[in-house]
Nanobody, 124 residues
Framework: QVQLVESGGRLVQAGGSLRLSCAASGRTFSSYAMGWFRQAPGKEREFVAAISWSSGNTYYKDSVKGRFTISRDNAKNTVYLEMNSLKPEDTAVYHC?????????????????WGQGTQVTVSS
């Protein structure tokens, strides 16, 4: 139903900023809740942020609150993750995901569609 492609990940120094993008296919993007997840080497996948189809509701992992902002532009079929004040512990592969059944959620298994991920590396 939908395909997701992330972009924007790169090497950045601690304290820097990045904006990740997730481009979605299809004509029904606006009906999907979107989430960002990340996984560092040797670590479990963790929830980062999510946004409702209408962008009226957002949720964040505690450690990124105030630093990261999730947003979406339904006209462009794109969801963004603006990351500021990056820390080495933010280093991970970042994946975007979509679901049209459960709404905004932190639970990864409720998301039906996943991108391949984009690598973010924050140097100290």
């Amino acid at each position: 139903q939908v395909q997701l492609v992330e972009s924007g990940g790169r090497l950045v120094q601690a304290g820097g900023s990045l904006r990740l993008s997730c481009a979605a296919s299809g004509r029904t993007f606006s009906s999907y809740a979107m989430g960002w997840f990340r996984q560092a080497p040797g670590k479990e996948r963790e929830f980062v942020a999510a946004i409702s189809w209408s962008s009226g509701n957002t949720y964040y992992k505690d450690s990124v609150k105030g630093r990261f902002t999730i947003s979406r532009d339904n006209a462009k079929n794109t969801v963004y993750l603006e990351m500021n004040s990056l820390k080495p512990e933010d280093t991970a592969v970042y994946h975007c995901a979509a679901n049209d059944k459960y709404g905004t959620t932190w639970y990864a298994n409720f998301y039906d569609y996943w991108g391949q991920g984009t690598q973010v590396t924050v140097s100290s």
